[in-house]
C-alpha cells in the first residue's frame, strides 16, 4: 500500500496532473512491483503565496510525498527517488533542483483499508522487496 500527495503552485501543477500521476504512477510500479491497477495520488494545488520554497527554485517546485507500509529494502527506496528523479525530468521537464520526495513508513497494523487493518489484508503484491 502507498499513497501519495504531491505538491505545487496551482498554475503549474494543474496542467500537468495527469502526466505527472502517470509519471509517477510508472516509477512506483517499476521499483515497488505494485500492481498496474493500484493508483493513490493525491494533488494539493496552491496559490503561489502559500509554497514557500527555498531559495533557487523556480515555480515548477514540486514536493511529493510517499506514505507507505514499511518493509522494503533501503535500495528499492532509493531506485524510486532515483526514477522520480529523472523520469519526471525527462518527461515532464521539471528539473531535479525543483523537484524534492519525501518517503514515509509506519508498519501495517497503523494502516486501515477495505475494511481491515493492513496487518490482516492479503496483498496481491509483495512488501519486502
Known amino acids: 500500500m502507498?499513497?501519495?500527495?504531491?505538491?505545487?503552485i496551482k498554475d503549474h501543477l494543474n496542467p500537468i496532473k495527469r502526466q505527472l500521476s502517470d509519471v509517477i504512477h510508472e516509477c512506483v510500479v517499476e521499483a515497488l512491483q505494485f500492481p498496474q491497477d493500484k493508483r493513490a495520488h493525491r494533488f494539493f494545488p496552491l496559490e503561489k503565496d502559500d509554497l514557500f520554497a527555498p531559495s533557487g527554485r523556480t515555480d515548477a517546485y514540486?514536493?511529493?510525498?510517499?506514505?507507505?507500509?514499511s518493509g522494503r529494502e533501503t535500495a528499492t527506496k532509493k531506485k524510486l527517488i532515483r526514477l522520480l528523479f529523472d523520469r519526471i525530468?525527462?518527461?515532464?521537464?521539471i528539473t531535479h533542483q525543483d523537484i524534492e520526495i519525501c518517503i514515509y513508513e509506519s508498519p501495517a497494523c497503523n494502516w486501515g483499508f477495505r475494511g481491515m487493518h493492513g496487518d490482516e489484508v492479503t496483498l496481491n503484491y509483495k512488501i519486502n522487496v
Do not use: F
Not at 525530468?89 to 521537464?93: A, D, L, S, W, Y
Open 89 to 93: 525530468q525527462e518527461k515532464i521537464g
Open 62 to 69: 514540486t514536493i511529493i510525498e510517499i506514505s507507505m507500509i
Open 2 to 8: 502507498a499513497q501519495i500527495k504531491i505538491y505545487g
